[in-house]
């Protein structure tokens, strides 16, 4: 893991998702470079998908799970995700997905 983030981070930010990331996003995902474990409690419209989209970009070589509460916002994650074009796969029940495709960084 990474002991800080690139100072690159904030223009890829900029660059993928054409937002300015807070300090606050940048220090969770500072944490999370560092596998520390975190929890981020904010209010709607805050910008916390921004936190987990970002590694995302960052480390693309690594295979990031993302757990949400509800079908329909994993639904609208995944849509957002898409725009960027970066893959991904909102798993649910009825979801016929194989193992093998999920491991082969298809999603």
């Known amino acids: 893991m ?10 890829t930010c900029y660059n993928t998702f054409r937002v300015h990331p807070k300090q606050e996003q940048l220090e969770v995902v500072q944490k999370l470079a560092q596998g520390r474990d975190c929890i981020l409690v904010t209010g ?44 991904s796969i909102n798993v649910k029940e009825g979801i016929a997905v194989t193992v093998d495709k999920l491991a082969s960084g298809m999603y």
Do not use: C, M
Request: proline share 6%.
């Open 2 to 11: 990474l002991d800080f983030l690139p100072e690159s981070t904030s223009q």
């Open 44 to 87: 709607t419209g805050w910008g916390k998908s921004l936190v987990f989209f970002l590694p995302l970009e960052l480390w693309k070589d690594h295979i990031t799970l993302i757990i949400t509460p509800l079908r329909v916002l994993g639904d609208e994650q995944q849509g957002k995700l898409a725009t960027y074009n970066i893959h």
